[in-house]
């Protein structure tokens, strides 16, 4: 049985961190909402409570009942999840006299405490906090502090359980990964999560799962749906049936691409040209979450057709990965944005749905993919949205906006490979804008169409950085554009970062 280290989920905007530097430790752990902890999981070793937007204070802030999990589990709280657990052991948690926002130099009181060791003194750490804890109950040990807060750790006598003010899972804090790995030794963890492990153990699982049923799956030419192809294949072969739909909004000569990267993985896949379906079901329509909406029903159709033509198809199978979980809910219930392969199935389907990589990070999809041996093109392929060129066309959708959008798309990307710029960055791809502006071309006055370029440097999709890219290449790409595509008479460069926009523009 694989361990795991369950984290409750208070909805911090780094809880997925947490997760990915306990991957990146080899070590299982799964996300769930602060009020859904697993009882009855036996492989459950350890419980780390997250950050949250919220004072300990609040009359809507979580606050769940965890003297049961304290009893069981080692428990680490961070943040939120450390100031909850001093405020319902009755000690006090009140506002700073400022919000505490960014380093500050840790130094531990109590060496000797398993979770300290390692630690020298003034280490880096990051705060992000507005409440501090104030007074602590009498059980409660210090054991580091900084020039600002008092109890900056501590840990509670008599019980496996900790808490830390500051943020370990963010980059900045410099010992982070250290406290975290102190965490997981006094959990006794085996920390024996890795790709080939996961193979193992997903390849078992779904043989299991699915026994001699048939599977249709999803393709999508990225490295998370073929992935997901490559696992199923090893473990039902030949009772996995792969479709690929060109909906039109793929990238330049995409459709014919992809399947032929395919050829070597010994797939058995299906290509389905539906361009003029989809152009027509988008035709006039301008709302990014209806383009969204109608592109994964079209998708459910589409399947729907080809799962009739095959004979006894129980399951479909998608490359649906962490982030797009995390995205498509969040803790409080908002839908941040649709993703079209999160949610489940139409019931006229009478389909069940299988996600072999729906616990993975993007980075851990692409080391499981080289675990498989896959080519290292397919690996390193930039993440493309679901619904395609549908989110880079601002407004409407017509296939001659679809064809300018391929085109300055094509030579964007094709620049970015051949200045060797393309595995320095984590996604890229150009945006179609809803602008006309005047220009000049020979002695002739244009008012044509505005495309945006977009690269963003990432380890996950959580958050991103946009990409530093030279001026020339710049500089060459919006000239080539310019004067290749028809249509386009301006170039611009996006420099917004997520938060606070996202990597797509809807």
């Known amino acids: 049985m694989l361990e795991k280290i369950i984290i409750l989920d208070f909805g911090s905007q780094t809880t997925q961190l947490i997760g990915r530097r306990l991957r990146e430790l080899n070590m299982y752990c799964e996300i769930v909402p602060y009020n859904k902890f697993p009882e009855n999981d036996e492989s459950v070793i350890g419980v780390i409570l997250s950050g949250s937007p919220f004072s300990v204070n609040d009359a809507e802030s979580f606050k769940p009942e965890l003297t049961s999990i304290r009893k069981k589990y ?54 992000s906090h507005g409440d501090t804890i104030t007074t602590i109950p009498d059980h409660f040990q210090i054991i580091a502090n900084t020039e600002d807060v008092q109890c900056a750790a501590y840990h509670i006598e008599g019980e496996n359980t900790w808490g830390v003010q500051f943020h370990p899972e963010v980059y900045h ?4 990964i250290t406290i975290l790995d102190n965490f997981l030794t006094i959990c006794n963890a085996k920390k024996d999560w890795t790709p080939a492990n996961f193979i193992e153990s997903t390849v078992n699982q779904l043989k299991e799962q699915l026994g001699n049923d048939k599977v249709i799956l999803a393709l999508s030419g990225g490295v998370d749906s073929s992935v997901s192809a490559v696992l199923l294949n090893r473990a039902i072969g030949k009772n996995l049936t792969c479709i690929f739909v060109d909906n039109g909004l793929l990238r330049k000569n995409e459709f014919e691409k992809v399947l032929k990267d395919y050829e070597h993985l010994g797939l058995n896949v299906i290509g389905v040209d539906a361009k003029e379906y989809f152009y027509q079901e988008l035709k006039g329509v301008t709302e990014p979450e209806k383009k969204r909406k109608i592109i994964g029903k079209g998708f459910i159709e589409i399947f729907d057709q080809e799962a009739h033509k095959l004979k006894d198809i129980k399951w479909l199978a998608q490359g649906t990965i962490y982030p797009d979980i995390i995205e498509s809910l969040s803790i409080t219930g908002h839908v941040i944005k649709s993703h079209h392969n999160v949610g489940g199935l139409p019931e006229k389907m009478n389909l069940k749905l299988v996600e072999p990589l729906r616990l993975l990070f993007k980075d851990e999809v692409r080391r499981v993919g080289r675990e498989l041996g896959m080519e290292e093109h397919l690996i390193k392929r930039h993440p493309f949205p679901g619904p395609g060129l549908g989110v880079r066309i601002l407004g409407d959708i017509t296939p001659e906006k679809v064809r300018i959008l391929q085109d300055a798309d094509d030579i964007f990307i094709q620049g970015l490979r051949d200045w060797n710029l393309y595995d320095e960055v984590w996604q890229a791809g150009a945006i179609l804008l809803p602008v006309q502006s005047v220009g000049v071309m020979g002695d002739e006055r244009t008012y044509e169409n505005t495309v945006t370029l977009r690269a963003v440097t990432s380890t996950d999709a959580m958050t991103a950085d946009w990409a530093r890219l030279p001026y020339e290449f710049l500089a060459k790409i919006s000239n080539e554009i310019i004067n290749k595509v028809k249509g386009v008479n301006r170039v611009v460069y996006d420099i917004s970062s997520k938060p606070p926009a996202t990597i797509e523009w809807e």
Do not use: F, H
């Open 173 to 176: 804090t410099e010992v982070g």
């Open 74 to 127: 080692p428990v680490l709280g961070i943040c939120y999840g450390a100031q909850y657990l001093a405020y319902s052991s009755d000690g006090k948690v009140e506002k700073g006299d400022s919000r505490e926002y960014g380093r500050a130099m840790l130094t531990p009181i109590n060496t000797k405490d398993p979770l300290m060791k390692g630690i020298p003194e003034n280490s880096q750490v990051w705060m």
